[in-house]
């Protein structure tokens, strides 16, 4: 689990949940409306800048993925793992429904 706080005054501003092994990176899309995280379990998470809603799941790495980025439009995301692979997914916001 991954919290988010507000540095000035120390409250909680959201909560991730999801990954079942240890985070190995956290960034905020340039929008910063999403926000992407990295496991010790080859998963990325995308979650919801507001709330930490899960919004999906990333899968494609073999191994655990060490750090993650947006593009700076927020329509790619980079996430590399400890054997010098770098996987690149489409981050495209979905519509709202």
């Known amino acids: 689990m991954a919290k988010v ?3 000035q005054t ?7 949940k999801g990954h079942s092994g240890a985070i ?4 905020f899309s340039p929008d910063n409306k999403r926000l992407a ?3 010790s379990h ?10 930490g809603q899960e919004l999906l799941t ?7 993925t060490n750090g993650v ?4 439009d927020g ?8 054997n010098g692979t770098v996987v690149i997914y489409d981050a495209t916001p979905l519509p709202n429904p």
């Not at 190995?24 to 960034?27: A, F, K, M, R, W």
């Not at 980025?69 to 700076?72: G, I, K, V, Y």
């Open 42 to 51: 080859a998963t990325i998470k995308v979650g919801d800048g507001e709330t």
């Open 75 to 82: 329509n790619r995301l980079a996430a590399g793992g400890p």
């Open 37 to 39: 995280s990295t496991s």
């Open 24 to 27: 190995n990176g956290l960034v």
């Open 5 to 7: 706080w507000d540095a």
């Open 58 to 64: 990333l899968e494609g790495h073999s191994g655990r």
């Open 69 to 72: 980025a947006f593009s700076p």
């Open 10 to 16: 120390g409250e909680e501003l959201l909560s991730l």
